[in-house]
């Protein structure tokens, strides 16, 4: 079946510092699927950060980048200066265009910004 | 923005009896999802629901399991009957039609069974 795995938390990283979390999926039922990044900042719920649909293609979002990377595999999430409001957890995750079988998640990625 | 409310937030059962948990889905959603999650493991896909009826559902979808959204009201995930292995944050998520619309997820629902 397909999976996700990324960087195992917690991460702490100190403000204005540089994450990056590793994200790198096995898609054995899907030839191109799409990648995401999903976060769920403390008390709310999960929410998407950035969507990439075409291998080679970047996504941002909120100072975030990843890049579909299909070589590799890998869909890296990278901020360059992070801010405490940064702190969540991430989730990289993969689906199909129809969502037909909702999305993979990975494990999810703790991040603590401090001050 | 759009929000999915799932009520309650949590919920305490003995094993055996019966569950109903609660999903107001985005309105004029048409694509509904639960997910559930384990403490300490990943969210994992459990079915998706359209049109009155299940179109996907996983493994993890035991046959104790339904779902069912009666006139347009709630979309609600059934278990009867309950047993320690379904304690887990049961996440509800809803989309649109268009293809590659994104999900929305809920805060989730911590069922306990004791």
């Known amino acids: 079946g397909d999976s996700v795995t990324q960087t195992e938390g917690p991460v702490t990283v100190s403000e204005s510092e540089s994450l990056i979390i590793n994200c790198t999926y096995s898609?054995?039922?899907?030839?191109?699927?799409?990648l995401f990044w999903y976060v769920r900042y403390p008390g709310e719920g999960l929410q998407l950060l950035l969507k990439v649909i075409t291998a080679g293609q970047k996504g941002s979002s909120r100072g975030f980048e990843a890049t579909y990377n299909k070589e590799t595999t890998s869909f890296h999430l990278q901020k360059a200066s992070v801010q405490e409001s940064d702190s969540a957890v991430y989730y990289c995750a993969l689906g199909r265009n129809n969502y037909a079988q909702g999305l993979t998640f990975g494990l999810g990625t703790r991040v603590s910004v401090f001050p | 923005g759009p929000k999915v409310l799932q009520i309650p937030s949590h919920q305490i059962i003995d094993m055996g009896q019966m569950v109903t948990l609660n999903c107001d889905p985005v309105s004029n959603h048409l694509y509904f999802y639960w997910y559930k999650q384990i403490l300490g493991q990943q969210m994992e896909f459990l079915v998706n629901f359209y049109n009155g009826k299940v179109m996907e559902k996983s493994k993890l979808f035991k046959d104790q399991f339904s779902v069912e959204r009666p006139d347009g009201s709630y979309f609600t995930l059934k278990i009867q009957p309950t047993a320690l292995e379904d304690s887990a944050v049961y996440f509800c998520a809803s989309r649109g039609h268009i293809s590659n619309e994104r999900l929305f997820f809920g805060h989730g629902t911590k069922l306990s069974v004791l």
């Open positions: 898609a054995t039922s899907i030839a191109y699927p799409n």
